[in-house]
């Protein structure tokens, strides 16, 4: 079973993961430790198209609404933005940022490429065409880990223990707008009634 997303409309889904950081190298020694936690919050619309159609990875750029990353409990600041990528050949979903940021500039923060590694052996594991509305960790059975640093010479790398994907619910705003709008027509209505009872009893 393939996991498409829905094109009729725009659906915001979140993929949440934690993980524990196994490698640490001296660079990151005064930042984070191994054992620390790490988690990852990446917030998409599942109506980005795919910029390369035509090939077995998809590429989605303009879609990520929100990334945020913690590594033992310091958040990292995302500089740039993030590219997703999936594929239905390799079954691999794999987020890149082009650069973090973790910890006090005043005590030397360290920049970095954060990579996170999912690979499955499940041929409908991932889609390349659209991106997922749902996820299993145990689908990736090859590899479901990350790193912070470089992909050759990670500064922190660890395995993650849970995945989840939700949908966002519409944001408050957008229902009370849209209460507002329907009130708005029920007055028209109302009004629209009265005035031709109004006319009726004038008629007669």
Avoid at 65 to 75: I, K, P, T, V
Avoid at 165 to 170: M, Q
Avoid at 172 to 187: E, F, I, R, Y
């Amino acid at each position: 079973m393939s996991f498409q997303a829905s094109q009729s409309k725009a659906a915001v889904y979140q993929i949440d993961l934690v993980g524990e950081i196994g490698h640490v190298s001296s660079a990151f020694s005064d930042t984070v430790s191994v054992g620390d936690s790490a988690t990852f919050s990446l917030t998409y619309d599942t109506n980005t198209p795919d910029v390369h159609p035509a090939g077995h990875v998809g590429i989605f750029t303009s879609g990520i609404l929100g990334l945020s990353a913690s590594f033992g409990g310091q958040e990292s600041a995302v500089r740039r933005n993030a590219l997703l990528r999936t594929s239905s050949v390799d079954n691999w979903l794999v987020e890149l940022s082009s650069l973090l940021y973790l910890g006090d500039a005043s005590l030397g923060a360290h920049n970095g490429i954060m990579g996170i590694r999912l690979f499955s052996s499940d041929a409908n594991a991932v889609s390349a065409s659209s991106l997922p509305t749902v996820l299993n960790l145990s689908s990736f059975d090859i590899d479901s880990s990350f790193f912070f640093g470089r992909p050759l010479n990670p500064g922190l790398s660890g395995t993650f223990s849970s995945l989840t994907v939700t949908a966002v619910p519409l944001p408050m705003s957008g229902l009370l707008l849209l209460t507002a709008v329907g009130g708005l027509l029920m007055c028209r209505r109302k009004a629209a009634v009265s005035g031709k009872q109004t006319k009726r009893l004038e008629t007669a």
